[in-house]
């Protein structure tokens, strides 16, 4: 009357070649940011700021490929023996954090007796980061600052900014690793996804214009203010909101 599971055990088809090579060619772009690395921290070996910035943002780009892909195609399932989301995490600490911080200390973003020690705390602090089991919350935010120091290295050398308020930064963000404040992310949070969407190519284009053609054109920075205050505006009122219910 009723079947024997064990007489169906086995018997789903596997994945097929194709889309075995086509979870290895992800895992493959994904650990092609280790390369970004290399060729942005020789860039900055070399003073070449801009050259080492457009290597961290291809990296970053990458980074934003790659999981919704692995998603798509279901990797986990695919390849279960190679953990796509550690292979990510360690690509992501040298590109988000190891050569930022070699960046800040390399150009002077510091000031002279505290260069070292800035981009030391910035190491140690962001391990925590990439540490923390509950680094995201149900609805896709991330929980204390999420150890973007690309970005933040970036916004910097844009602005030119004095060493002591770079300090001041570096400082500050270190301590909201550890404080439950949210931080949005752009491509995988709901929230008001169309305008935060549409925000984040804007500031992407612009980032890519201030870096190829002059990082003092109005034209290029007005609108990377005006995106970069709309994700900083959904990751406030997330943090006020306070802790939300999952869904059911």
């Known amino acids: 009357m009723f079947s024997d599971p064990s007489r169906n055990a086995g018997t789903e088809p596997g994945p097929t070649p194709a889309r075995r090579a086509a979870g290895w060619a992800v895992h493959a772009l994904t650990a092609s940011g ?10 900055v070996i070399n003073g070449d700021a801009r050259g080492a910035l457009l290597w961290l943002g291809a990296a970053l780009a990458i980074d934003g490929l790659d999981g919704p892909m692995a998603r798509k195609l279901q990797i986990r399932d695919l390849i279960p023996r190679v953990d796509g989301a550690v292979l990510d995490l360690v690509v992501d600490y040298l590109t988000y954090v190891l050569v930022p911080a070699i960046f800040i200390y390399w150009f002077d973003l510091l000031p002279p007796a505290w260069g070292l020690a800035g981009a030391g705390f910035i190491l140690v602090t962001s391990l925590y980061c990439f540490a923390n089991i509950d680094m995201k919350t149900h609805d896709n935010y991330f929980v204390g600052f999420p150890a973007i120091w690309n970005v933040v290295a970036f916004i910097m050398w844009v602005l030119d900014s004095p060493q002591w308020a770079n300090a001041a930064v570096v400082a500050m963000l270190g301590v909201l690793t550890f404080v439950p404040v949210k931080f949005v992310h752009p491509i995988r949070v709901r929230d008001h996804r169309a305008v935060t969407y549409a925000s984040m190519l804007v500031w992407a284009a ?8 002059d990082r003092q054109s109005a034209l290029m920075f007005w609108p990377w203010i005006a995106a970069s205050a709309w994700l900083a505006f959904v990751s406030l009122r997330r943090t006020f909101a306070g802790p939300t219910a999952p869904p059911p």
């Open 34 to 43: 280790a390369f970004l690395g290399l060729l942005s921290m020789l860039a």
């Open 206 to 213: 612009c980032s890519l214009g201030l870096v190829l053609l």
